[in-house]
């Protein structure tokens, strides 16, 4: 179909670099001066470096079954779908976080059904041709977390002044909360309880999945 004509080749999506801001240091490359962006204020780190707390996190509450599922959970879709209808309106999405990087790193957020195709598309590629952990390392360094703050580390230095290797549980949570709705779920908002209680929340599947203690 001429709809996915546009679409990267699989070549492309396994070596894709993630952009990151440009760092200006002082002369002994060891202070930061200056950081240049545009709209993405980002600073990439490697996998090994991003705590198994964050990780942990953000599969439980975006993608509990990341490490099984194919691109697409139609276990999810299906709760999803139910829910909504109880509900009366679009209260959860059923998308996985191989859709979502998809999405974020190749796509726009029009909600049309070509665009959402491209997204089924790509997901499956990136499932081909990247390891499940190649997958979760490109969105965590991918994905926005509010306040020009693009993976993981920058949104760890924004939010607690610090870098990702050093969050808690609880600041992981957090962070962890933030990419479904990251205007809305700001920590400056005024949405904080809403955060609070989906940092809970957060928790509460972490230890659902046996990430954590119950009593963690």
Known sequence: LSIFRSLPSPELIANREVRESTKIFDRTGEVLLYEIYDEEKRTVIPFEDIPSS?????????????????????????????????????????STITQQLAKNAFLTDERTLTRKLKEL??????????????????????IPYGSNAYGIETASQVYFGKSAGDLSLAESALLASLPKAPSYYSPWGSHVKELLTRKNNVLDAMAREGFIDEDA
């Open 54 to 94: 964050v990780k942990h996190a953000t599969i439980a509450i975006e993608d509990a079954n990341f490490y099984t599922h194919s691109a697409v959970d139609f276990k999810s879709i299906l709760r999803a779908f139910i829910v909504n209808i109880k509900r009366g309106g679009i209260r959860q999405g059923g």
């Open 121 to 142: 598309v790509l997901a499956f590629s990136l499932e081909r041709n990247l390891t499940k952990d190649q997958i979760l390392d490109f969105y965590l360094n991918q």
